[in-house]
């Protein structure tokens, strides 16, 4: 099990650590600052450097057999540490900063679009959201000037943990359709932007809505019959 560091703070960007595994599925720490691919948020990339200085570049990073567990996938023919070696993680933070407003943009955004959802992506330049909705509902510039409006406000965000049971009692917390919360280890996450938001999700975000900037709805696009896809970009990406 890997102690998940980016839970308790998403804006860490160098930790130290120790290899806990070695194989052909990447490297496996005893903590990490890596957030792995899952809920349509990629994986970190980065670095970790050896105690003789060598940086060895992480290309992805991916869960492991359990949500515990952490694989940092890295380049070709990278010399491999051994167990035990002591080593120094480091982020590509700037990448891994786009992303965190992405996501928290797309937070937003699905309170602007009243629907559910049926499916989302992040991207380094471009984010989307798939809703289930008559497409005469769907406006860009409408969703445009609400989404930047609310982002305006410059809400501090919120990480909130409650029981399956309790998420049980209120469903209408899940929005998206595709993905399922995370259950079996007794509590689940939720990001709450106070007066704007508040469902589960395990990715990373960003403090405070206005750190995200401004959004530009790029297109809408039908794709099938319950899906009315909204793709978005940051008008400053940093």
Same mark, same amino acid.
């Given at each position: 099990?890997?102690?998940?560091?980016?839970?308790?703070?998403?804006?860490?960007?160098?930790?130290?650590?120790?290899?806990?595994?070695?194989?052909?599925?990447?490297?496996?720490?005893?903590?990490?600052?890596?957030?792995?691919?899952?809920?349509?948020?990629?994986?970190?990339?980065?670095?970790?450097?050896?105690?003789?200085?060598?940086?060895?570049?992480?290309?992805?990073?991916? &869960?492991?057999?359990?949500?515990?567990?952490?694989?940092?996938?890295?380049?070709?023919?990278?010399?491999?540490? &051994?167990?035990?070696?002591?080593?120094?993680?480091?982020?590509?933070?700037?990448?891994?900063?786009?992303?965190?407003?992405?996501?928290?943009?797309?937070?937003?955004?699905?309170?602007?679009?009243?629907?559910?959802?049926?499916?989302?992506?992040?991207?380094?330049?471009?984010?989307?959201?798939?809703?289930?909705?008559?497409?005469?509902?769907?406006?860009?510039?409408?969703?445009?000037?609400?989404?930047?409006?609310?982002?305006?406000?410059?809400?501090?965000?919120?990480?909130?943990?409650?029981?399956?049971?309790?998420?049980?009692?209120?469903?209408?917390?899940? &929005?998206?359709?595709?993905?399922?919360?995370?259950?079996?280890?007794?509590?689940?996450?939720?990001?709450?932007?106070?007066?704007?938001?508040?469902?589960?999700?395990?990715?990373?975000?960003?403090?405070?809505?206005?750190?995200?900037?401004?959004?530009?709805?790029?297109?809408?696009?039908?794709?099938? &019959?319950?899906?009315?896809?909204?793709?978005?970009?940051?008008?400053?990406?940093?």
């Amino acid at each position: 099990m890997s102690h998940l560091l980016f839970r308790e703070d998403a804006y860490l960007r160098e930790a130290d650590a120790v290899v806990a595994a070695v194989g052909e599925a990447g490297l496996e720490f005893d903590r990490t600052i890596f957030y792995p691919l899952g809920g349509g948020q990629p994986g970190d990339r980065g670095w970790v450097v050896l105690p003789d200085g060598q940086r060895i570049e992480v290309v992805d990073t991916r &869960k492991g057999e359990t949500p515990e567990r952490v694989r940092h996938l890295l380049a070709p023919e990278a010399n491999l540490p &051994k167990v035990g070696t002591p080593v120094r993680l480091e982020l590509d933070w700037a990448r891994r900063h786009r992303l965190m407003r992405m996501h928290t943009a797309l937070h937003v955004m699905s309170c602007v679009v009243v629907a559910p959802v049926t499916g989302g992506n992040i991207g380094e330049d471009r984010a989307r959201l798939d809703f289930d909705i008559d497409p005469a509902l769907l406006d860009a510039a409408r969703i445009e000037a609400e989404t930047n409006a609310l982002i305006a406000r410059a809400v501090d965000t919120e990480t909130v943990w409650i029981t399956d049971a309790e998420l049980d009692a209120q469903p209408e917390l899940v &929005k998206t359709m595709s993905v399922s919360p995370p259950r079996g280890a007794g509590r689940i996450r939720l990001l709450r932007i106070p007066g704007i938001d508040l469902q589960p999700c395990g990715g990373t975000h960003v403090r405070n809505t206005a750190e995200i900037g401004a959004i530009r709805v790029l297109k809408i696009s039908n794709q099938g &019959k319950h899906n009315r896809r909204v793709e978005i970009a940051l008008v400053d990406p940093g």
